[in-house]
């Protein structure tokens, strides 16, 4: 009787072209896409999604990770109840992030200071808009809830 010996797989010529062509054509798509956000930069026409793609590139070779980030959809998130959501807050707010982070100097602390200057400075805005009376921007969430519990 025959006996039949067991052969290690080996991934056919075909299987491994394959893989290589599936390998370079990512290769090739990934760096098409480099290419494609280095001419939007360099046009000064990124979208949120590039410059988010271009920070995290950069993470690594600038031996640089935010772990503390100060971003308008978290102050939206904060300002929403109070300031409603329009496009003039949502311009407020991305215009207060930008002065708080040019002027912000971490030392690796809480990220509620940056949080509050710019909620300050979206307040203020807010009543030079009149899109909020004096006492409403005043007025913190502690304030609010402890209004709520009727003590």
Request: glycine residues 8%.
């Amino acid at each position: 009787m025959g006996t039949t010996t067991a052969t290690p797989w080996r991934p056919t010529v075909a299987k491994r072209l394959r893989n290589r062509a599936a390998a370079l054509a990512w290769l090739v798509r990934h760096t098409l896409q480099r290419y494609g956000r280095a001419y939007r930069y360099a046009r000064g026409c990124m979208s949120p999604d590039d410059a988010d793609e271009i920070r995290y590139e950069c993470q690594e070779v600038g031996g640089f990770w935010p772990l503390e980030t100060l971003t308008v959809d978290g102050m939206m998130e904060t300002v929403i109840d109070r300031f409603g959501d329009s496009e003039e807050v949502r311009l407020l707010v991305a215009d207060a992030c930008a002065r708080v982070g040019s002027k912000w100097d971490s030392d690796g602390h809480l990220r509620g200071a940056a949080q509050d200057w710019a909620m300050d400075l979206i307040k203020e805005r807010a009543e030079e808009l009149g899109l909020v009376d004096s006492e409403d921007a005043d007025a913190t969430p502690a304030d609010e809830e402890e209004e709520g519990d009727g003590q």
